[in-house]
């Protein structure tokens, strides 16, 4: 089974939900996996602490001009949408910064001046957490191919049990490749008129997908009730409602796990996987 824990906007405590809930399943004597796929800022390591056992160097093909071949026609020049390559009176400039690895330059040229090398964008890295398996991938920075790095990572996924995702956030590419082949999507909120708004565009793109999804609240009782009844409006599950509190801002200030310091929690994190649980097996 693989969870996604997803938000249409940044701060709303994805991670603390991701990082515990993994922590619960792991507690409860299931085999589990927390897989970090917000690659341009993870941030599950903090509160985890895994031991990294495996580190890989991610790439992705980029092209390499024969210049011996080339006949400058511009061909793969013209066809690129992304503007990275230029083709000069007597040179191909290669920008391998903006380039997203489609290979449409090398089917397109009809001197088969155009080949393939490799650029590494990022590392993934793999390893345990106590009972919880880990992994997480990091861009370099400057780059720019985050789907390619994240579908990587998911590729380590365990088979064997219950893998829970954290995505970036958002409802761009880098968010759809993250929940792509999932079983269940939370969709982690805050009741401010930024939270709804942005809960409003992840509904639209989980639905648009297919994928069964239910909402989480962070900070329950701050802002207003228009997030409330905007999921009761949509028949949208309310799976998960955490209060504002002192303590835990403070723990997750200092990169502690909230279950270990507030165990009283742990049934509203037993309710959220028995009501995913629930959904799923309809």
């Known amino acids: 089974m693989k969870i996604a824990i ?6 709303t405590g994805k991670t603390t939900i991701a990082t515990n809930l993994a922590y619960y399943i792991a507690q409860s004597g299931e085999n589990v996996q927390y897989i970090d796929c917000d690659v341009e800022e ?25 210049l011996k071949k080339c006949n400058m026609c511009g061909k793969c020049a013209e066809f690129c949408q992304y503007n990275a390559i230029a083709c000069l009176k007597n040179n191909i400039l290669v920008f391998e910064e903006l380039c997203h690895s489609c290979g449409g330059c090398m089917m397109i040229c009809p001197c088969g001046a155009m080949c393939e090398k490799q650029r590494a964008i990022g590392v993934a890295e793999f390893g345990v957490a106590g009972n919880i398996k880990f992994g997480h991938g990091k861009l370099n920075v400057g780059a720019i191919q985050t789907p390619a790095l994240i579908k990587y990572v998911k590729k380590k996924a365990n088979i064997n049990g219950v893998v829970v995702i954290d995505v970036p956030p958002g409802t761009s590419c880098p968010v759809i490749e993250a929940i792509k082949n999932v079983n269940f999507v939370v969709l982690v909120t805050e009741p401010t008129p930024f939270g709804l708004n942005d809960l409003e565009l992840a509904v639209g793109m989980v639905r648009t997908i297919g994928i069964p999804f239910g909402v989480a609240i962070n900070r ?17 599950d309310i799976l998960l409602e955490i209060p504002h509190n002192r303590k835990i801002a403070e723990n997750y200030s200092n990169g502690n796990m909230i279950l270990q310091i507030m165990p009283e929690l ?5 309710t959220l996987y028995n009501l995913i649980n629930r959904q799923i097996n309809v």
Do not use: Q, W
Not at 6 to 11: D, E, I, L
Not at 220 to 236: F, H, L, M, Q, S
């Open 266 to 270: 742990n049934e509203k994190f037993e």
């Open 220 to 236: 329950c009782d701050i802002g207003d009730g228009r997030v409330v009844a905007y999921c009761k409006e949509e028949r949208i």
């Open 42 to 66: 993870p941030n599950g390591h903090i509160f985890l602490k895994p031991k990294i056992e495996e580190k890989d160097t991610v790439t992705v093909g980029v092209p390499d001009v024969d």
């Open 6 to 11: 997803a938000s249409g906007k940044g701060g």
